[in-house]
Nanobody
Framework: EVQLVESGGGLVQPGGSLRLSCAAS????????MSWVRQAPGKGLEWVSVVNTDGGSTYYADSVKGRFTISRDNAKNTLYLQLNSLKTEDTAMYYC???????????RSQGTQVTVSS
């Protein structure tokens, strides 16, 4: 059974930073592209970023490009998302996903809440 457990969210002031983690189990992590998506209050799901199997290729939504960094540690079966220069509009529940997913993805994990507020 695929299990994804996100952590690292919290309350941070605008301009601050957070590092999200996603612990994966139930599948061969190193063989799958991994994604981050988010859902802001009252809004639809937004794709944020994706990383290929060895971490050598990454892609970002325009809204986070230059501020967020996706990475992975295949030895630890863990996906990361470094969030820098946070803005209030980054407030959302963040989810990791197995494979390259889009805005139609239906998260089944619990996610981790990021709140950016002064």
């Amino acid at each position: 059974e695929v299990q994804l457990v996100e952590s690292g969210g919290g309350l941070v002031q605008p301009g601050g930073s957070l590092r999200l983690s996603c612990a994966a189990s139930g599948f061969t992590f190193s063989e799958y592209t991994m994604s981050w998506v988010r859902q802001a209050p009252g809004k639809g799901l937004e794709w944020v970023s994706v990383v290929n199997t060895d971490g050598g290729s990454t892609y970002y939504a325009d809204s986070v490009k230059g501020r967020f960094t996706i990475s992975r540690d295949n030895a630890k079966n863990t996906l990361y998302l470094q969030l820098n220069s946070l803005k209030t509009e980054d407030t959302a529940m963040y989810y990791c996903a197995k494979d390259w997913v889009d805005n139609n993805y239906n998260p089944r994990s619990q996610g981790t809440q990021v709140t950016v507020s002064s």
